[in-house]
């Protein structure tokens, strides 16, 4: 399974953007986003289940929304209000726990700059 993902780029402050990601193939566990800024860990942002419960950063929570779409195998991250500390390079990842799979897209660039 491969997960191409879209979407990111240079935003201001407040602003908002939407990230895309579709698997190549069906993803029977979880799926979502990660970002890893310059000098930091790679960090969970937020993922949702093919149930769909959600899980969220603190840092992230009540401004960012993940959507899951399982027929299309796709996972989508909506960004509002965007804060310069939300800069990185964000990352779709699913995981699939039962099979011990996980998969890693090639990650996209998101700057949060005035």
């Known amino acids: 399974v491969q997960l191409q993902a879209s979407g990111g780029g240079l935003v201001q402050p407040g602003g908002s953007q939407r990230l895309s990601c579709a698997a190549s193939?069906?993803?029977?566990?979880?799926m979502g986003w990660y970002r890893q800024a310059p000098g930091k860990q790679r960090e969970l942002v937020a993922t949702?289940?093919?149930?769909?419960?959600?899980k969220y950063a603190d840092s992230v929570k009540g401004r960012f929304t993940v959507s899951r779409d399982n027929a299309k195998n796709t996972v989508n991250l909506q960004m509002n209000s965007l804060k310069p500390d939300d800069t990185a390079v964000y990352y779709c990842n699913a995981n699939d726990p039962i099979r011990g799979l996980e998969y890693w897209g090639q990650g996209t660039q998101v700057t949060v700059s005035s």
């Open positions: 193939g069906s993803i029977f566990g979880i």
């Open positions: 949702m289940t093919s149930g769909g419960w959600t």
